[in-house]
């Protein structure tokens, strides 16, 4: 088990790595396995890469995201121009269906409206989260589906026994109304979000909710002997 | 150690199960882990999610994805419709310099050309035009610039190798010259060779990697 400094050491070299990025604007603190993130980045780019990168360093369990984006005065766009940008970047995109609303403020995107499929409202999100101006989404995007009949549950983990990077042994699924929710003990932060797209993909489910927990002492090794087993 | 046709099942399972595509035109075959998809979906998102649907199902080894982009007929748009969607779309995208990105479209299909200095900017310029509508493929020929690759980046690959939560580094052998990376050895899933190409890209100096890694789920 990695001590709580040498995981701020491979956080910190990780970012460092990352040629979009400057880690020396970055300040992480760890605790217990957890990654808090803290300062200011020039982009909304390098905002959700910080956090991504450091979800897919090996002990990490959890990471908090409290950085900023304060963009460069000449990378600052008017609300307007921005809101027309995300308009064009929607309607002309061929996953995000018609009807969802944009807002801008302060360079402030706020989606909303009604998808049928979670990757079509993270499509939406990730649609505008490039654009020049960007300083933060917020998707208020709601999934507009219908109870169906079948065991959605079974189906879930199914789901998790066909695939490679999930260990279906180790975690398990309810589903009430229409809402899945996750348990288990899983090795890594990808494992766990794995699991939760794949419960996004079953017809009938409006929400998730993941209460998987992250053991890097499972990671790796437990896996390769569990499938070896199946 | 699971067999072609319980591979081939499971692939058709998982496609039906991803709602970004429809498999009714999707043919699978399997030979020895290595799984071809063949046919028609419409659009080229559904292309990509297809392979990606493919690949992360145990015991998959390779995939050779040769589906075919068959646009509705209300869904197609003409090439110039497409070049100024496109060039719009990387004109407002943050992390494309778009004055080095050049783009022609024959048919549908977008071709990017140019030279940028990072493989970041390059993924990001094809993300900001291969879901515009009407568009039947890309075809990313953006280069990167080379850099003065120095002795201490094929060491910093393989420590990124072993920050990776889901990379076994031990398994991964790594050779570089000239900026080009030529990676060898094992992984456990189709994704990880994915992680691994991603990761070597990251170093700076890297003009390609050439990825030999072969899936080994037992290894």
């Known amino acids: ?230 | 150690m699971k067999t072609d046709q319980e591979i081939q099942e499971d692939v058709q399972a998982e496609l039906k199960w991803e709602p970004s595509v429809n498999d009714t035109n999707i043919g699978v075959a399997v030979n020895d882990g290595i799984v071809t998809v063949s046919g028609s979906v419409a659009n080229y998102f559904e292309k990509w999610a297809a392979e990606k649907a493919v690949g992360r199902v145990k015991g998959v080894k390779g995939v050779a994805e040769e589906l075919e982009v068959h646009l509705n007929g209300s869904d197609t748009h003409s090439d110039r419709d497409i070049v100024s969607a496109s060039v719009n779309a990387l004109g407002w995208y943050s992390t494309v310099p778009a004055d080095q990105v050049h783009v022609q479209v024959e048919n549908g299909v977008i071709t990017l050309q140019g030279e940028v200095e990072w493989k970041y900017q390059k993924d990001a310029a094809e993300s900001a035009v291969a879901n515009l509508m009407g568009v039947k493929g890309v075809m990313n020929l953006l280069t990167i610039q080379k850099q003065p690759a120095s002795a201490q980046v094929e060491e910093s690959i393989k420590q990124a190798f072993a920050r990776h939560a889901v990379l076994d580094a031990k398994q991964i052998t790594l050779d570089m010259t000239d900026g080009e990376v030529i990676l060898t050895g094992s992984v456990n899933s189709w994704g990880e060779r994915q992680d691994a190409v991603d990761a070597a890209w990251a170093a700076p100096g890297v003009t390609s990697v050439k990825n030999h890694l072969l899936v080994n789920p037992f290894s």
């Open chain 1, 1 to 230: 088990m990695k001590t709580d400094s040498q995981l701020h050491q491979d956080v910190l070299e990780t970012l460092s790595f990352e040629p979009l990025l400057d880690a020396s604007k970055i300040a992480i603190a760890v605790k217990d396995g957890v990654v808090t993130l803290r300062g200011e980045v020039p982009s909304y780019a390098e905002f959700w890469t910080t956090e991504h990168v450091t979800k897919n360093v090996a002990g990490v369990r959890a990471v908090a995201q409290e950085i900023k984006v304060v963009l460069p005065k000449q990378h600052v766009r008017n609300d307007a121009d921005i809101a027309e940008a995300a308009a064009n970047a929607l309607q002309g995109d061929v996953i995000v269906p018609g009807g969802i609303k944009v807002k801008v403020t302060d360079g402030w995107v706020t989606l909303s409206g009604e998808t049928k499929w979670q990757y079509q409202r993270k499509h939406a999100e990730s649609a505008v989260r490039n654009l020049n101006g960007v300083q933060g989404v917020t998707n208020m995007i709601v999934i507009k589906t219908h109870p169906t009949t079948y065991d959605v549950s079974a189906k879930i983990q199914n789901a998790f026994y066909r695939q490679a990077g999930i260990d279906a042994s180790r975690v398990s699924v309810e589903v009430n109304d229409q809402t899945a929710i996750l348990h288990g003990t899983v090795g890594t932060l990808a494992e766990r979000e794995d699991a939760e797209d794949a419960a996004w993909m079953a017809d009938g489910v409006d929400t998730v909710r993941n209460e998987i927990v992250v053991d890097p002492e499972l990671a790796k090794v437990g896996m390769i002997e569990s499938q070896a087993g199946i």
